[in-house]
């Protein structure tokens, strides 16, 4: 039984090649480090260095950014919503002040500033003294 065999090459000293392209793997390198960044547009994300964790953004708009340990991440609301910053949500532009807006009745932005501790009846008390008129 007979095996094949494979034609007889020559064999040279392959150490003078390069292996590896050294451009191509800084490409490869660079790209796996930015595919693996959140996708973000310089003119809406905010500088979060200073900022404490949370939502923020910059006027009426759909775009907002998320701050979290001083990076910042561009999030957008979705399609005729925009971000609002007081109540922390995506909202109709309608219903936020920084568009220009009134919040939503029942929406609690705009009740009173009491300190809920129920003082304040609308009874005053009398002086004891009147006009000794009879109504």
């Known amino acids: 039984h007979t095996h094949p065999t494979l034609p007889s090459l020559p064999l040279s000293d392959c150490s003078s090649l390069p292996m590896w392209s050294s451009t191509l793997v ?3 390198a660079a790209t796996l480090f930015l595919a ?3 996708i973000t547009e310089a003119s ?3 500088d979060c260095s200073s900022r404490p964790d949370g939502f923020f953004s910059i006027g009426c708009s759909s775009s907002f950014t998320s ?3 001083g990076r910042s ?4 609301c979705p399609d005729d919503l925009v971000y609002d910053e007081e109540r922390q949500k995506c ?3 309608g219903n936020v002040k920084a568009c220009g807006g009134a919040p ?3 929406s609690g932005m705009d009740e009173g ?4 501790s129920g003082e304040g009846s609308g009874v005053e008390d009398g002086s004891g003294e009147g006009s000794g008129e009879i109504e």
């Open 26 to 28: 800084a490409a490869a």
């Open 36 to 38: 693996a960044l959140p």
């Open 44 to 46: 809406s994300s905010l």
């Open 67 to 69: 701050c979290k340990a």
């Open 73 to 76: 991440n561009s999030m957008t």
């Open 91 to 93: 909202e109709y532009p």
């Open 104 to 106: 939503e009745e029942g």
């Open 113 to 116: 500033s009491g300190d809920g």
